[in-house]
T-cell receptor
């Protein structure tokens, strides 16, 4: 069983809609959670980190963490075509375990 | 430099050849990581350095893989007797503790290794 699970997608949303990306993890003692965005042929880029239960907002992005359910999500409001990329969920401290990523497609 | 620099950007090797991949981290970053990313997969941890000390090499897939960081800055990942299954993008990342206690990873653009 993979330690970090994501739906591979693609998740297709129209421009301006909310994109909801989900991730579950198996290690109950995990304390740090990250969302990375990876454009095709490029390196992962950190967009959000979250350490406590609840929501954390940064611009159009909101990360949500529920440690009891071992679940972390990323909401992207007012989705733009430039948001089209693969979103990687990562868990851990320094030595990160990544999911396989969810491909997001935002259509104009 | 402004970011993590990796070279070469692309490498084609014939099966059985040895390869060396270089990573130049962000200046002053203490921690350096190597990850392997196969097509359509997330990055997989290979090894981790803190300064020149290799603290974790549990992700190296075989004894053909070797990494070093002799002076605590530039790191080299060496793969001996390359096999086709070694074909992947090799990502280097560095980090340094922030004021908020976090240590976000900054990735380089990677080296795409193709073994023929």
């Amino acid at each position: 069983q993979k330690e970090v699970e994501q739906n591979s997608g693609p998740l297709s949303v129209p421009e301006g809609a909310i994109a909801s990306l989900n991730c579950t993890y198996s290690d109950r003692v995990s304390q740090s959670f990250f969302w990375y965005r990876q454009y095709s042929g490029k390196s992962p880029e950190l967009i959000m980190s979250i350490y406590s239960n609840g929501d954390k907002e940064d611009g159009r992005f909101t990360a949500q963490l529920n440690k009891a359910s071992q679940y972390v999500s990323l909401l992207i409001r007012d989705s733009q075509p430039s948001d089209s990329a693969t979103y990687l969920c990562a868990v851990g401290f320094q030595k990160l375990v990544f999911g396989t990523g969810t491909r997001l497609l935002v259509s104009p | 430099g402004a970011g993590v620099s990796q070279s070469p950007r692309y490498k084609v090797a014939k099966r059985g050849q040895d390869v060396a991949l270089r990573c130049d981290p962000i200046s002053g970053h203490v921690s350096l990581f190597w990850y392997q990313q196969a097509l359509g997969q997330g990055p997989e941890f290979l090894t981790y350095f803190q300064n020149e000390a290799q603290l974790d090499k549990s992700g190296l897939p075989s004894d053909r893989f070797f990494a070093e960081r002799p002076e605590g800055s530039v790191s080299t990942l060496k793969i001996q007797r390359t096999q086709q299954e070694d074909s992947a993008v090799y990502l280097c990342a560095s980090s340094s503790p922030q004021e908020d206690g976090t240590s976000p990873l900054h990735f380089g653009n990677g080296t795409r290794l193709t073994v023929t």
